[in-house]
């Protein structure tokens, strides 16, 4: 049972050790309108964090669906000058971003996905070079809670679904009753850090991907690119926070452009609302050629056209299949939480920080040296029990990174 005390400590490690909110600062919280008793808990733990002020942008996932089936696309495609203005406030301010998803999986079902993409590339059109414009230079952190649809969309029929979600959900991010999160995520985090630190010492120029479900693959890495793991540093203040509660993954963005052979997807892909299945992608020259899905093959399809850059790879990600996300044995429908089970890559926009001195990049120079880009960022699993991947540096000398689906 999700108790009070349970919610509190879970409220902390959001505030002080994911997004790690600092005396002085403004908090910016995204949160579903349903969820305001939890807005309140966060609330009142950033202000006694020191923040400067609290604003909340109330999300609905109910409320959107309905624009998407009355608003007419032009309409909901206009980004008006208000928001433009808010965003421009963002990027001055650079507040400290806390996002809690409570999703409905199926918020936006039965919407025809023409209107979506093409309502996304218009708005993104106009807010990305504000969202270029904070990209890594300042704190944010996305964590889940868990709605009666979402859970139910995890545990159909489940009477006890929102509660198993619970369940999982803080599994995940390592809160007990009778436990410390907080050293717990310490010492997870130096897990991390230690295996990436090992992977930037290696300085592999490419990695080999084998797998018996017919994954055959390699991709190039960027020359002095650095893997990343759990935390970041805001460099406007040298404070460490952890974007994402879960994590459990090492990353880097691979060179664009770079890559061939075949990659077998190993869990369902959640895109826009529907569900892309048993599919694989065959890359050639870094760009996807062909692909196969049993299920949602034309929404997959129709996810690599999104724009030049979505047919490319973005992101290289290693996560062990012991992971507790994997662990949990569901699918979450959240990329959140899908993309801390197993290895995955992800098509579109790339990582510019993981360049030296990536943050202070224009997206343009960012690509002139390898990092994808695009308006989608989809993260695609293809951590099988038996993969098998293999670094390759310069000199052609080889070592194996995982066996098996987990570090060598
Ligand atoms: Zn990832």
Redesign the pocket.
């Known amino acids: 049972m999700i108790t009070k005390e349970l919610l509190q400590k879970y409220a902390e490690l959001i505030v002080r050790t994911g997004a790690n909110v600092q005396p002085g600062q403004v908090v910016q919280l995204a949160i579903p309108v349903e969820q305001h008793a939890f807005a309140g808990i966060i609330t009142e733990e950033c202000y006694k964090a020191g923040a400067r002020k609290v604003n909340v942008d109330w999300m609905s996932d109910t409320l959107s669906r309905m624009d998407f089936l009355y608003a007419d696309t032009e309409v909901l495609s206009e980004v008006l000058p208000w928001q433009e203005a808010k965003m421009q406030q963002m990027v001055e301010d650079l507040p400290c971003r806390i996002v809690i998803l409570s999703d409905d999986p199926d918020a936006l079902a039965g919407v025809d996905p023409q209107k979506i993409s093409s309502v996304m590339q218009s708005r993104s059109k106009v807010m990305k070079p504000y969202r270029n414009a904070i990209d890594g230079k300042h704190q944010w952190l996305v964590a889940g809670y868990p709605s009666e649809k979402w859970a139910s969309k995890c545990f159909p029929d489940d009477p006890n679904a929102v509660e198993k979600l619970w369940e999982a959900i803080l599994t995940t991010v390592r809160v007990r009753e009778d436990n410390d999160p907080v050293a717990e995520w310490k010492a997870h985090v130096e897990f991390l850090n230690k295996k990436m630190d090992w992977l930037n010492e290696q300085a592999f120029t490419s990695l080999r991907y084998k797998s018996a479900n017919g994954t055959d693959f390699t991709v190039d890495l960027i020359p002095g690119a650095k893997w990343e793991g759990a935390g970041n540093t805001n460099p406007k203040n040298g404070v460490f926070y952890i974007p994402n509660l879960p994590t459990e993954?090492i990353?880097t963005s691979p060179l664009a452009g770079k890559c061939d052979g075949r990659l077998v997807s190993v869990k369902p892909l959640s895109w826009n609302s529907q569900l892309i299945e048993d599919f694989e992608i065959t890359f050639a020259d870094g760009m996807a050629v062909s692909c196969n899905a049993r299920k949602g093959q034309e929404l997959l399809e129709q996810m690599l056209q999104m724009d030049e850059g979505a047919a490319m790879l973005g992101?290289v990600?290693l996560v062990p299949k012991e992971s507790p996300v994997n662990q949990c044995g569901f699918l979450f429908y959240e990329t959140l939480f899908d993309?801390n089970a197993c290895c995955?890559f992800?098509l579109g926009a790339g990582f510019k920080e993981v360049l030296p001195g990536g943050d202070e990049l224009s997206t343009e120079e960012a690509k002139e040296q390898g990092i994808n880009d695009s308006i989608i960022h989809v993260?695609f699993m293809v951590g099988a029990d038996d993969l098998s991947i293999d670094g390759v540096r310069a000199d052609g000398s080889t070592t194996a990174i995982f066996r098996n689906g987990t570090w060598a």
Request: a negative charge; glycine letters at 0%.
């Open positions: 993954e990353f992101e990600a993309e995955h992800a993260d």
